[in-house]
């Protein structure tokens, strides 16, 4: 079935470096993926939709700048935290959709983040 | 307004009974897609069941079913003979509108745990 890949799947960073998550798909074309941030216990928030080809759509109180997302190729799109700090600590996950069907969204198993 | 809405915070079943998970939605679309998905605690977000508006039949995946119920804006997912693998998060989401390239809405999410 359809498969997607968050890389990394855990990462400690020092406050003010900048890191960066990978999410692909494997096995499908995806023209738009979802960037979600989820706190311990909590539901997931949708923080970005990622086109391809095109600047990304942020959610309401998403800070662009400091939340980049690149979304290159049809299998690739990618999340920069920069200048992290400890309260960017999170678990980051991203999603796509077969732009072939009607097929549920597929998730990637989620990074998290710890910046110290 | 909240568009997913799931009152469980927690519940609690013993093995091989079955369970009721609530979820309601709010939506003026006619058109709209309701999912469940599985969050054990390692983080991955596992597909579990779908719904479209349209469906006139209730959907059913081996052991999960969704108790679709239209006018009350209400799809709850039931679990028929619970498993210890089945504690985990369940968190009920919606797709508005019929275009792929919308994102899921989640609700809060219901912790449940499965105990022998």
């Known amino acids: 079935g359809a498969v997607v890949s968050q890389h990394p799947s855990r990462v400690i960073c020092k406050s003010g470096t900048s890191v960066k998550i990978e999410c692909r798909s494997l096995?499908?074309?995806?023209?738009?993926m979802f960037w979600y941030r989820q706190f311990p216990k909590k539901s997931l928030m949708l923080m970005a939709t990622?086109?391809?080809?095109?600047?990304?759509?942020?959610e309401q109180g998403v800070e662009k700048d400091k939340f980049l997302i690149n979304h290159a190729s049809l299998t690739l799109s990618t999340l920069t935290v920069t200048s992290a700090h400890p309260e960017d600590s999170s678990f980051y996950i991203c999603?796509?959709?077969?732009?072939?069907?009607?097929?549920?969204?597929?998730f990637g198993n989620g990074t998290r983040l710890t910046v110290t | 307004a909240q568009k997913i809405t799931q009152t469980q915070p927690g519940m609690f079943v013993q093995e091989k009974e079955a369970v009721t998970l609530d979820c309601t939605y709010d939506?003026?679309?006619?058109?709209?897609?309701l999912f469940w998905y599985k969050q054990p605690s390692s983080g991955e977000m596992i597909f579990l069941i779908y719904?479209?508006?349209?469906?006139?039949q209730n959907a059913t995946e081996g052991r999960y079913s969704l108790n679709f119920q239209k006018a009350r804006k209400s799809a709850n997912l039931v679990i028929s003979a619970s498993q210890l693998g089945d504690s985990a998060m369940y968190f009920c989401?919606?797709?508005?509108?019929?275009?792929?390239?919308?994102?899921?809405?989640f609700g809060k999410g219901t912790t449940l745990s499965v105990s022998s």
């Open positions: 999603s796509a959709r077969d732009h072939r069907g009607s097929s549920p969204l597929h």
């Open positions: 096995d499908f074309q995806a023209t738009t």
């Open positions: 990622s086109n391809e080809g095109s600047k990304a759509t942020y």
């Open positions: 939506t003026s679309d006619q058109s709209y897609g």
């Open positions: 719904q479209g508006s349209y469906d006139e």
């Open positions: 989401a919606m797709r508005e509108g019929g275009q792929a390239g919308t994102a899921l809405i």
